[in-house]
């Protein structure tokens, strides 16, 4: 089945400790992207990746990092977790760039106190 | 910058009648508007998309019509059921290099019965 798979569902974890998310899928696609939903602010870009070793910038990088070693994988990394970092985290991917449908992950429900 | 703006952010119609929702998007080059579906604690889906040169699209009870001129996009659902209650988001892009999806805020439909 296509789909993009992310890891872990919830997290509750502590101010400074480093974290990540994982994302995968089986669907060959090449771009990948990392998203938070806040309530009121709709989906917001953290990163994104075009392809492999290939990442940049979305509208909120701040305070994450991304590696895109394979092609299928995609983490989020928060090296130093603070609680506005606490929201809904999607993972989504396209066959190419923004002009094709994204297939979304199943989300990330963060908390961090 | 990018931006959409989405309207409604609530809206609450009775079963059986229309609902719109509209979309204004600033950059005169986007040229793919998707628009997506996210039921309550799920992952956002496709429902429909429309590309630039199509001004309109349909698909079954749901339809996409897009007037480039004025910059705006609008979902119509005709004869509403309450399976249809969820939280409606619209995007655009412009793909190229950056292949991003600028999404509205969203809007929370409710079909009463």
Redesign the interface.
Known sequence: EAQVTQNPRYLITVTGKKLTVTCSQNMNHEYMSWYRQDPGLGLRQIYYSMNVEVTDKGDVPEGYKVSRKEKRNFPLILESPSPNQTSLYFCASSLFSGNYGYTFGSGTRLTVV | GENVE?HP?TLSVQEGDSAVIKCTYSDSAS??F?W?KQELG?????II?IRSNVGEKKDQRIAVTLNKTAKHFSLHITETQPEDSAVY?CAA?????????I????TTLQVKP
Request: aromatic content about 16%.
């Open positions: 989405q952010s040229n793919y998707p997506y799920k992952r956002p889906q496709l998309d988001f892009s412009k793909g190229g290099n950056t292949g991003k999806l999404f509205g805020q969203g």
